[in-house]
C-alpha cells in the first residue's frame, strides 16, 4: 500500500523565519510528487516533482525531490502570515495513475 | 475561467438519509475525482471518472457510496443511509488528463451526520 509521510505535523514561527517542511514516501512505481497549500477547503496547487535534484520556486517557496532517499523538502523563506495553511504532500503512481496518496499535512502557523 | 465548483457547501443530515453532493469540473477537464478530508487527516481517494472510461471506484469505503457522472461533466457523489463517521469534507477535483496534470480542486462540501 502507497504510503506519504509528512513533517512536522504542525509548525508555529514568527514572520520572517525560514521554514522546512519534509515529505518522504513510498509509492509503488512512482512518478512524481506533489505539493499542495490548503488555506481553508480548496488546496491549491504548488508544485509537481517528476525529476530528481531539480529545484522548483515560485517566489519565496521551493521545493525539490531526491528519489534515490525518497524524500522532498518545501522551503518557505522569509515567512508571512499568509502562508499560514495545511501544506499537503501527495505521491503519484504510473501504476495506479488515477490516484494521489497524500500525507496528513503540515499546519503551519506564521506569527507576526 | 470558473473554478471547479461544488454544492452544497455545508449539509446537515441524520443519521440513516440519503445525501447527494455535486461538482461541476473546469470546462474541458477529462478527469474528476472525488476525495474525502476527515479532520485532521489528508485527504483519501474516493473515486475518479476519465473520459468515457469505466471509472475507478476502488477508494469508495463501502456500497453505501456511488457517484455518477453525467455527459463527461457534472458528477453526483451518493452517500446511502449516511452514518456519523461520514462526516467529512468531500472535496471533488478535475484536471487535463490523468496523469502529469494538476488537479484543481473545488471549495468542498461539509457533511455533518447527526
Known amino acids: 500500500e502507497d504510503k506519504v509521510v509528512q513533517s512536522p505535523l504542525s509548525l508555529v514561527v514568527h514572520e520572517g523565519d525560514t521554514v522546512t517542511l519534509n515529505c518522504s514516501y513510498e509509492v509503488t512505481n512512482f512518478r512524481s510528487l506533489l505539493w499542495y497549500k490548503q488555506e481553508k477547503k480548496a488546496p491549491t496547487f504548488l508544485f509537481m516533482l517528476t525529476s530528481s535534484g531539480i529545484e522548483k520556486k515560485s517566489g519565496r517557496l521551493s521545493s525539490i525531490l531526491d528519489k534515490k532517499e525518497l524524500f522532498s523538502i518545501l522551503n518557505i523563506t522569509a515567512t508571512q502570515t499568509g502562508d499560514s495553511a495545511v501544506y499537503l504532500c501527495a505521491g503519484w503512481s504510473e501504476t495506479s495513475g488515477s490516484r494521489l496518496t497524500f500525507g496528513e499535512g503540515t499546519q503551519l502557523t506564521v506569527n507576526p | 475561467g470558473a473554478g471547479v465548483s461544488q454544492s452544497p457547501s455545508n449539509k446537515v443530515t441524520e443519521k440513516g438519509k440519503d445525501v447527494e453532493l455535486r461538482c461541476d469540473p473546469i470546462?474541458?477537464?477529462?478527469?474528476l475525482y472525488w476525495y474525502r478530508q476527515s479532520l485532521g487527516q489528508g485527504l483519501e481517494f474516493l473515486i475518479y471518472f476519465q473520459g468515457n472510461s469505466a471509472p475507478d471506484k476502488s477508494g469508495l469505503p463501502s456500497d453505501r457510496f456511488s457517484a455518477e457522472r453525467t455527459g463527461g461533466s457534472v458528477s453526483t457523489l451518493t452517500i446511502q443511509r449516511t452514518q456519523q463517521e461520514d462526516s467529512a469534507v468531500y472535496l471533488c477535483?478535475?484536471?487535463?488528463?490523468?496523469?502529469?496534470?494538476?488537479?484543481?480542486f473545488g471549495p468542498g462540501t461539509r457533511l455533518t451526520v447527526t
Open positions: 470546462s474541458g477537464h477529462t478527469a
Open positions: 477535483a478535475s484536471s487535463l488528463g490523468r496523469i502529469d496534470y494538476e488537479q484543481y
